[in-house]
């Protein structure tokens, strides 16, 4: 957005962009940021349920693997 707001500083009006231009690049601006911030979002949930997944593999796995005297312990 600064370096937008750069190009709109230039000394002659023929070196500025126009504000269809402007609009035009904050928009795709807007749009790569809001973009980006989304993959980070899906990132995230899919890291947590990668972690979440192999949370209950190994608590899965491990109630599987219990001998049998084990579950019918002394009371």
């Known amino acids: 957005m600064i370096q937008i707001a ?3 500083t230039q000394a002659t009006s ?6 269809s231009e402007v609009v035009w690049m904050l928009y795709t601006q ?3 940021e809001r973009w980006e911030e989304w993959q980070q ?3 995230t949930k ?3 349920y990668e972690t979440l997944q192999r949370s209950f593999k190994w ?3 491990s109630i599987h693997n219990l001998e049998s005297a084990e579950l019918s312990s002394e009371r």
């Open 59 to 61: 608590a899965d796995d």
């Open 30 to 32: 807007l749009a790569v």
């Open 6 to 8: 750069l190009l709109c």
């Open 14 to 19: 023929e070196e500025r962009p126009t504000m």
């Open 46 to 48: 899919r890291q947590d």
């Open 41 to 43: 979002v899906e990132v």
